[in-house]
């Protein structure tokens, strides 16, 4: 079945240091997903990639989807306390499989 | 919009008690989802509704879980009997469609904590 694997699975960082999350996938996806749950909240929807080699900038993050659809990063530039939470990739594998990563938690240091 | 609408937000019960989640998506969302989340296993799909018909409800871990969805506006999850290994939160998300074979944005609803004793 399809895998889905985000590393680090932890990451603690001095505010003002740069951040980056990395989603894999066994399959060729369809689209990639990222989304953002504060602690204690929900997951949030923050972007979609859909094309081969696709780089969207929201800000301060940066996401960008693998040439051969198998990957995605999301980076965060300059990190802030907001930035706290977990980041999940949610990989979709043409309708057959919506699969969620198992997150990223970000820690951020004042 | 109130955006999903989950209740109760937190349920303590115990072992071999009913529960039953309830969840309102989106107005005009046609799929419904809903998910389990714990420390172990993270964010796990249980079962979807298009148009309320479930379309696949292979995550759903035994039999004593069940779903139903009567109308657009309205879903619940019921666990009978429950188990303490049943406690974690239990979100509820909606979307608007899937297109071009692929899933649209989710929207979450708040999640409902349940503590099995």
């Known amino acids: 079945g399809q895998q889905v694997m985000q590393i680090p699975q932890y990451q603690h960082v001095q505010e003002g240091e740069d951040f980056t999350t990395y989603c894999n996938s066994s399959?060729?996806?369809?689209?990639i997903q990222w989304y953002k749950q504060r602690p204690g909240g929900h997951p949030v929807f923050l972007i979609q990639?859909?094309?081969?080699?696709e780089v969207k900038k929201q800000k301060r993050l940066t996401f960008q989807f693998g040439e051969a659809k198998k990957n995605s990063s999301l980076h965060i530039t300059a990190t802030q306390t907001t930035d706290v939470g977990t980041y999940f990739c949610?990989?979709?594998?043409?309708?057959?499989?919506?699969?969620f990563g198992p997150g990223t938690r970000l820690s951020v240091l004042p | 919009d109130a955006g999903v609408i989950q209740s109760p937000r937190h349920e303590v019960t115990e072992m071999g008690q009913e529960v039953t989640l309830r969840c309102k998506p989106i107005?005009?969302?046609?799929?419904l989802f809903w998910y389990r989340q714990t420390m172990m296993r993270g964010l796990e799909l249980l079962i979807y509704?298009?148009?309320?018909?479930?379309?696949?409800d292979s995550g759903m871990p035994e039999d004593r879980f069940s779903a139903k969805m009567p109308n657009a506006s309205f879903s619940t999850l019921k666990i009978q009997p429950s188990e303490p290994r049943d406690s974690a939160v239990y979100f509820c998300?909606?979307?608007?469609?899937?297109?071009?074979?692929?899933?649209?944005?989710?929207?979450f609803g708040p999640g409902t904590r349940l503590t099995v004793l």
């Open positions: 399959t060729t996806l369809s689209n």
């Open positions: 998300a909606s979307s608007l469609s899937r297109m071009m074979q692929s899933t649209d944005t989710q929207y």
């Open positions: 990639l859909v094309k081969s080699g």
């Open positions: 509704f298009n148009n309320n018909v479930p379309i696949d």
């Open positions: 107005s005009g969302h046609d799929y």
């Open positions: 949610a990989e979709d594998n043409y309708g057959q499989n919506f699969v």
